[in-house]
């Protein structure tokens, strides 16, 4: 066999070196992304105090950045996919940054909530990532598995990121004498220096010309988001008794009928539902909204059944150092399984990897159900369901932008994101729906609440479950690389082209 032409070695060696610079610049996104999610956390009962609002006030916060998300998410990875992801990405940190700043100069719950609203710009950058660096390892034919690696190590660097947010927080808010815009000014700090890193050390992609913005599609689209996120919110708060709630969430669903039927007529549709409905897509999609049930859902119920008192027949009494530990377990883990899933990925196949990554979150959670009373348990239950929750928050978008055809990559990977808000939103509402019921319903609070907690533990197991049973139909050669490099083999696109996996495995 003949060695490859010097030209080709050289074409080579400087894609990868590309890459390797291109995932060093955004490993520091994704801390700074990390410490914006871990850093409030422990403030949370300062800020409740800064501002003169009650505990349960604060839950408008989450909620409305969970909103915005789910929202702007698709549209600017649409966006990505037209004119840049790098361009996006810039976008998405100014605003971002403009909002932490804003937070930093808010003194009142208004103010207040919609800098923290507009702070959730913030989610938009991992799906960004993963189609910057897919479009660059296209050139190789190696764009599949270099995304996998990739989005390990940018998970790292998000669990990492959070880890060093949550232990920052408190420790510089006692250093300057508790005084709470000072310390928000550090994460504000941190995304403009981010900024500065994606400018000068971030290629551009390559944008497809010709595209078009489906303004109509995105209008509809997220109104129908609007009213169902929205509604989610509202059932949380207001209760299941409050009728407009469902009608809300029954809208929302609604939207959709008229949004398919507009978009199959469409030639540059906001989404693809023909690129969504093949085989190596719609299992990935759906398993983002499953796992966003425990991802999102399941940590408050986790952390208050860590802090409840024994004495009432469960629960382990843990004080907030001991939860922090547990925490911290939970994201150490995360790492661990960021890190493995590209290994086995390449040992077995991207498909039984994801498939053995939900059966471990579908094991870790189901370990809650006999095993709960010690803290070793939770600890072990937890260690397992992080397993397999780390490999997945890279692996899933990943998965779908290998999946796409050219020109959708960003869109692709950006719908995880949205079907994971959704599936979040709706277990947060479902769980404290549970929870509360379950404390005011039964005889004795303590049974009642117990088996509330039992409830959540099992809808996070099911969901799992669903989604392993769902990427079975994922075909056996999805997300593998191309056999050839992208330059000499032209790429079709759309329904009828599919992917280059779904050809090999046809």
Known sequence: MTSPLPAARGLRAGVVGVTASLIGFLFLVE???GILQGFYVPLIPDLVQH????????NWFEAAQLLLSAIVVPILAKLGDMVGHKRMLLLATVLTA?????????????????????QGFYVVWLPLEIALIFDRGRRTGRAASQTRRAAGLLVVALEAGAIIGALASGVLFG????????TLTIPAVAVTLVFFAILFGVPESTPQPGRSLDIVGFTMLTFGLLLITSGLTFLRINGPATWWVWLLIALGVL?????????????????DLRVLRQPSMWPVQLTAGLIGISLLGAQAPLSTFAGTDPVNGYGLGLGSSSRSILIGVYLLSMIIGAVIFPIA?????????????????????GLFLPFHQETWQVFTNMFIAGLGSGALVGALPAAAAAAA?????????????????????FASAVFALVLFQGASTAVTATASSLSGYMTVWAICAGGAVVAAVLLFFVPKLAFADATVPLEEAPATTGAAGGTASERRAS
């Open 98 to 118: 403009g909002a932490s700043w804003w937070l930093v100069a808010a003194g009142d719950f208004t103010s207040f909530l919609i800098a923290w609203a507009l």
């Open 31 to 33: 801390i700074t992304s």
């Open 51 to 58: 501002l003169g609002i009650n505990d349960a006030d604060f």
């Open 405 to 425: 055809p050219i020109g959708q990559t960003g869109i692709a990977a950006g719908l995880t994101n949205t079907t994971k808000t959704i599936g979040g939103s």
């Open 255 to 271: 939207v959709f009928i008229p949004f398919g039927r507009y978009e199959l007529r469409q030639k540059d549709p906001a989404i």
């Open 345 to 365: 990925s390449r040992r077995a196949s991207p498909r039984i990897a994801l498939i053995g990554a939900t059966v471990l979150v579908a094991v870790g959670y």
């Open 175 to 182: 250093a300057l004498n508790e005084n709470v815009a000072l």
